[in-house]
């Protein structure tokens, strides 16, 4: 048998270090521990900041406005810190270690946070299940340990998918397209661990104790962990490529040092190793390409530069080294329009259960009450329905209008995303709009439970699920994908920062609304009671957002060139 069809073309390695044998690892084999481990994480994740905003409200005796804020606040940490394990994984330790280390630090802050609210002295003092006072030290318990969440939930964030998209070899075409069904499944996996922790834990919080609301998603993250380590031998490995922030650094000092410096029309002139593979350890060549031609000045040999023998790279970078940061200035507006969508996805966990909490919760005549933040399951739901019907049908069928191998191309998946996405807080200001008229005609503002149904909720939680699975796993795809090979893991972190940036961009809105809005003495737009306010007008705000969102993404997406690879790492 012919060496290629044995070993990985794309340079991976298996556990020991050696070249990964294709029969032995990687591929749906390999996966299998690793979507494991993401259904437990997510759990984990979700059963315990679902309901987060109420425990803050509840337990820890924050206003409304605070809640809100701060579980927006860390929900934009944990999707903030994916840039940290991004650089540790690409520079030093490559995806499976840094998945490894950080998923024993979610341990140790999962344990804390169950602590938190169980042991006598570091649990809130209740008066009742809805009276509750923190001090400054079980607030500050509380806090540290979701902070540590954060790090290590956000750490492992952009490792976990790329790690899985690496177990398919990208000059194996049969492979090839099996990742590309990976991140439809890999998304399943999320929305399906998410779905159980909504309807589940989100109970077991509201009916039982947070203690265990807590400790069964802590003990989840440990099977995470195990499972996650079980497939040591199976998984083919990227070797780091040593840190992706230097080397762009080196291209900017190096053009500015050559700012007068002319660049030549024949790109052969221009510096790039002459060995088959880049110099950029786990990294195939990438082709000349015209755009940002600055950069180009510091691939153009200058008689200081010692080309025979060792180039200084502050100098002198190879035209592979300066396209791995054109790649990542050509995804930037890409990536700017995905924080808006972000903002809209935020309002699930946010002010979705706040509005829930002042509609009936009654199911029919039974006598159960569903948990505003449970509703979150149908937007689970919504994405375990569309990812199939994607997969196997919208794919299939797109691909004979489309001509192309996945149906439609990642930029056109996300686009329709973000124009299915507008429809989700369209209706949830409609909504508000008629739950406050029903306030104002029958004089209820002190009425806890309005008496409208909370299952009037469930279409924007379902056109959201819908949306996520065009943009979420169109932008998982396309940052791995447009990707230089040693950024991978960077380029994912910079598609989960956008969701960190959302929900900072939702605590910015929400300081900013409150600050203009309750001039004069106003109640504002977002009171603690929400019937006083005008949460149907912050929607409407979001839905004005979204349109102009998408308009910016339709001009940027149309002129964006897609990266150019040259030969194997063979």
């Known amino acids: 048998m012919a060496k290629d069809a044995v070993y990985a073309k794309d340079g991976t390695i298996d556990y020991l270090g050696n070249p990964a044998k294709k029969r032995k690892t990687g591929t749906w084999t390999a996966c299998y521990f690793i979507l494991g481990h993401e259904f437990c994480e997510r759990f984990t994740y979700y059963g315990m900041s679902t309901n987060l905003v109420l425990y803050f409200k509840?337990?820890?005796?924050?206003?409304?406005?605070?809640?809100?804020?701060?579980?927006?606040?860390?929900?934009?940490?944990?999707?903030?810190?994916?840039?940290?394990?991004?650089?540790?994984?690409?520079?030093?330790?490559?995806?499976?270690?840094?998945?490894?280390y950080l998923s024993v630090v979610y341990v140790i802050g999962m344990a804390l946070l169950t602590l938190s609210a169980s042991v006598p002295g570091l649990k809130p003092t209740c008066y009742g299940k809805d009276n509750c006072h923190a001090s400054h030290g079980q607030s500050a318990v509380c806090f540290l340990s979701l902070y540590l969440i954060a790090l290590a939930a956000g750490g492992i964030k952009p490792c976990i998918s790329s790690f899985g998209a690496d177990q398919f070899d990208d000059a194996d075409e049969v492979e090839k397209q099996h990742k590309s069904s990976f991140f439809n499944w890999f998304f399943l996996s999320i929305n399906t661990g998410g779905l159980i922790a909504a309807s589940l834990m989100v109970w077991i919080q509201d009916n039982v104790s947070w203690g265990w609301g807590f400790g069964i998603p802590a003990l989840a993250m440990a099977v995470s962990g195990v499972s996650f380590f079980s497939g040591t031998r199976l998984y083919r490995n990227q070797k780091p490529g040593g840190s992706p922030i230097t080397r762009i650094c080196q291209v900017i000092v190096a053009s500015i040092r050559k700012?007068?410096?002319?660049?030549?029309?024949?790109?052969?002139?221009?510096?790039?190793?002459?060995?088959?593979?880049?110099?950029?350890?786990?990294?195939?060549?990438?082709?000349?390409?015209?755009?940002?031609?600055?950069?180009?000045?510091?691939?153009?040999?200058?008689?200081?530069?010692?080309?025979?023998?060792?180039?200084?790279?502050?100098?002198?970078?190879?035209?592979?080294?300066?396209?791995?940061?054109?790649?990542?200035?050509?995804?930037?507006?890409?990536?700017?329009?995905?924080?808006?969508?972000?903002?809209?996805?935020?309002?699930?966990?946010?002010?979705?259960?706040?509005?829930?909490?002042?509609?009936?919760?009654?199911?029919?005549?039974?006598?159960?009450?569903?948990?505003?933040?449970?509703?979150?399951?149908?937007?689970?739901?919504?994405?375990?329905?569309?990812?199939?019907?994607?997969?196997?049908?919208?794919?299939?069928?797109a691909r004979k209008f489309t001509g192309h191998k996945n149906g439609l191309t990642q930029l056109q998946r996300i686009g329709t995303g973000l124009f299915i996405s507008i429809f989700s807080m369209l209706y949830a200001s409609t909504l508000e709009t008629v739950r406050l008229g029903m306030v104002k005609r029958h004089k209820i503002y002190e009425l806890k439970e309005v008496p409208m149904s909370i299952f009037w909720q469930v279409p924007p939680y379902f056109i959201i699920g819908c949306a996520e699975v065009f943009t979420f796993i169109g932008q998982l795809e396309f940052f791995y994908e447009e990707a230089p090979d040693a950024m991978r893991s960077l380029c994912s972190a910079f598609s989960l920062l956008t969701i960190g940036l959302g929900q900072c961009l939702s605590s910015l809105l929400v300081t900013i609304v409150i600050k203009v809005t309750t001039r004069n003495g106003s109640a504002g737009w977002l009171p603690h009671n929400l019937n006083y306010g005008h949460l149907d007008w912050f929607f409407g705000l979001l839905t004005v957002l979204s349109v102009l969102n998408f308009v910016v993404f339709l001009v940027v997406s149309k002129f964006y060139t897609y990266k150019r690879l040259v030969g194997t790492l063979s």
Not at 64 to 71: F, I, P, R, Y
Not at 312 to 337: A, D, F, G, H
Request: charge should be negative.
């Open 58 to 100: 509840h337990q820890l005796h924050q206003h409304s406005a605070t809640a809100s804020k701060n579980v927006a606040d860390w929900g934009g940490t944990c999707y903030i810190t994916p840039l940290i394990g991004a650089l540790v994984a690409d520079a030093y330790l490559g995806r499976y270690l840094t998945i490894l």
């Open 259 to 397: 700012y007068d410096v002319e660049v030549p029309n024949d790109e052969s002139l221009l510096y790039e190793t002459k060995d088959k593979v880049s110099a950029i350890q786990g990294s195939r060549k990438l082709d000349h390409s015209n755009g940002l031609r600055f950069f180009d000045k510091s691939a153009v040999p200058g008689n200081s530069d010692n080309v025979k023998d060792s180039v200084n790279p502050w100098r002198l970078c190879t035209v592979t080294q300066v396209e791995e940061l054109k790649s990542v200035i050509r995804l930037l507006p890409i990536w700017v329009t995905g924080i808006i969508f972000a903002t809209v996805f935020g309002q699930m966990s946010n002010y979705f259960v706040l509005q829930g909490e002042t509609m009936d919760t009654n199911v029919g005549n039974l006598k159960f009450q569903i948990p505003p933040a449970s509703v979150y399951i149908f937007n689970n739901l919504g994405v375990i329905f569309w990812v199939p019907v994607y997969d196997r049908i919208i794919v299939p069928i």
